[in-house]
Nanobody, 123 residues
Framework: QVQLVESGGGLVQAGGSLRLSCTAS????????MAWFRQAPGKERAFVSR????????YYLDSVKGRFTISRDKAKNTVYLQMNSLKPEDTAVYYCAADPRPFLTGQGQYDYWGQGTQVTVSS
């Protein structure tokens, strides 16, 4: 049974930082591409960032480039999203996702999902 468990969300002031973690179990982590999505109130879930199984290729939503960094630790079966210079518009529930296919950005394309972690950025 595949499980993705996110953590690290919380309340932070604008300009602050948070690091989200997503730990995977029940799958061969090194064979899966990982991604982060987010869903703001009243909006659809949207792609934020993804990383391939080797960690050698990453991709970001334009509005988070230069502020967010995705990384993975194969020894810990964990993918991270370091979020700096946070803005109120980053407020959302953040979800991690996994799929064996690389380079995916559509939420309908990912096989496995976590339960989400809330990030709230106050102005």
């Amino acid at each position: 049974q595949v499980q993705l468990v996110e953590s690290g969300g919380g309340l932070v002031q604008a300009g602050g930082s948070l690091r989200l973690s997503c730990t995977a179990s029940g799958l061969t982590f090194s064979l899966y591409a990982m991604a982060w999505f987010r869903q703001a109130p009243g909006k659809e879930r949207a792609f934020v960032s993804r990383i391939v199984w080797s960690g050698g290729s990453t991709y970001y939503l334009d509005s988070v480039k230069g502020r967010f960094t995705i990384s993975r630790d194969k020894a810990k079966n964990t993918v991270y999203l370091q979020m700096n210079s946070l803005k109120p518009e980053d407020t959302a529930v953040y979800y991690c996702a996994a799929d064996p296919r690389p380079f995916l950005t559509g939420q309908g394309q990912y096989d496995y999902w976590g339960q989400g972690t809330q990030v709230t950025v106050s102005s």
